[in-house]
Nanobody, 119 residues
Framework: QVQLVESGGGLVQPGGSLRLSCAAS???????MGWYRQAPGKQRELVADITSGGRIFYVDSVKGRFTISRDNAKNTVYLQMNSLKPEDTAVYYC??????????????WGQGTQVTVSS
């Protein structure tokens, strides 16, 4: 069983920045990783994902503002979030996929970290 532990969420003003971290209990080297979010009353949505080779996808609403990265030596994935907007408010979840393919649903999920963007 792989555990994913997110950290770095919190309350930030519009235009501010946060960096989320996701520490995995096992190696992530050969796996694709992703960040998802779920706002109140909405379905969980993919924010960004990254393959082991560094191929990256971003949902249109965060392009140019968010950056996903990974450090395989630390078994950690990051989500740098800049120019935050109130509509970015959500619980953010880290996920590990079944393999290096991001087309399906993730196999493992973290417990989530709350991000609130408000003045």
């Amino acid at each position: 069983q792989v555990q994913l532990v997110e950290s770095g969420g919190g309350l930030v003003q519009p235009g501010g920045s946060l960096r989320l971290s996701c520490a995995a209990s096992g190696s992530i080297r050969i796996y694709a990783m992703g960040w998802y979010r779920q706002a109140p009353g909405k379905q969980r949505e993919l924010v960004a994902d990254i393959t082991s080779g560094g191929r990256i996808f971003y949902v249109d609403s965060v392009k140019g503002r968010f950056t996903i990265s990974r450090d395989n030596a630390k078994n950690t994935v990051y989500l740098q979030m800049n120019s935050l907007k109130p509509e970015d408010t959500a619980v953010y979840y880290c996920a590990r996929y079944w393999n290096d393919y991001t087309g399906g649903s993730p196999r493992y999920w973290g417990q989530g970290t709350q991000v609130t963007v408000s003045s």
